[in-house]
């Protein structure tokens, strides 16, 4: 029955569609790769984000213990803190989603030059605590390999200000492939931000050695 029914639809119809599967829709095939992987940078970019609030708000005494170790703002307030960054972050998460790709770039990358400003003060204090970034999920000691993970974070928010369309846009066009795409992204955005963060505890840990 199988070889009856190739012959009725023909090999060329066969070779159509399994283009058209592998590709998800033939709108994809139509659909300009920049434009596509622009569009798709708020997925991952959402993420972070809200691995990150979410990380704090789950352990909002571990983050307020950290917030207290900063010295930046009195103790009594770091729990406020701890409670408000976390929402925050959640909060752009959603905007990220919500938002046209400008906007959302937008808001992500001053949020990330604000975080690493903080970074920067901290590191001119000689402060070298746990930086509370992502909790224990993703572990990191305040330096510069946080400083170039934050840069690194930034990247598709760079990409995703040039996005001449929504990610919802494309994801509509062909779901798919964009899921794949967006999700694949998203896993190697963290383990390079594990990586970046690991290495921080090591020069930490070099650093303690050379000065023992």
């Not at 058209?20 to 300009?32: D, E, V």
């Not at 708020?42 to 917030?67: D, N, Q, W």
């Amino acid at each position: 029955m199988l070889l009856d029914r190739l012959e009725e639809v023909g090999w060329g119809g066969v070779r159509a569609g399994l283009r058209q599967t592998i590709l998800g829709y033939q709108g994809w095939s139509r659909m300009r790769w920049s434009v596509a992987l622009l569009g798709l940078q708020a997925l991952p970019l959402a993420a972070v984000f809200f691995v990150s609030g979410i990380s704090k708000l789950s352990r909002l005494e571990e983050t307020a213990t950290t917030i207290r170790g900063y010295g930046l703002i009195e103790a009594k307030f770091a729990w406020a803190a701890a409670f408000l960054l976390g929402t925050v972050e959640v909060a752009i998460a959603v905007t990220v989603l919500a938002s046209p790709p400008r906007l959302a770039a937008s808001v992500a990358v001053a949020v990330l030059l604000g975080f690493t400003s903080v970074l920067v003060v901290l590191l001119a204090r000689g402060v070298r605590l746990d930086c509370g970034c992502f909790g224990r999920s993703l572990p990191s000691v305040v330096s510069w390999w946080t400083v170039a993970r934050n840069g690194f974070v930034a990247w598709p928010a760079v990409l995703l200000f040039r996005a001449p369309q929504p990610w919802h846009a494309t994801v509509a066009s062909s779901p798919v492939p964009s899921l794949i795409i967006a999700s694949t992204e998203t896993c190697a955005l963290f383990l390079i931000a594990a990586g970046l963060g690991l290495n921080s505890i090591a020069a930490l840990e070099d650093e303690a050695v050379s000065n023992a």
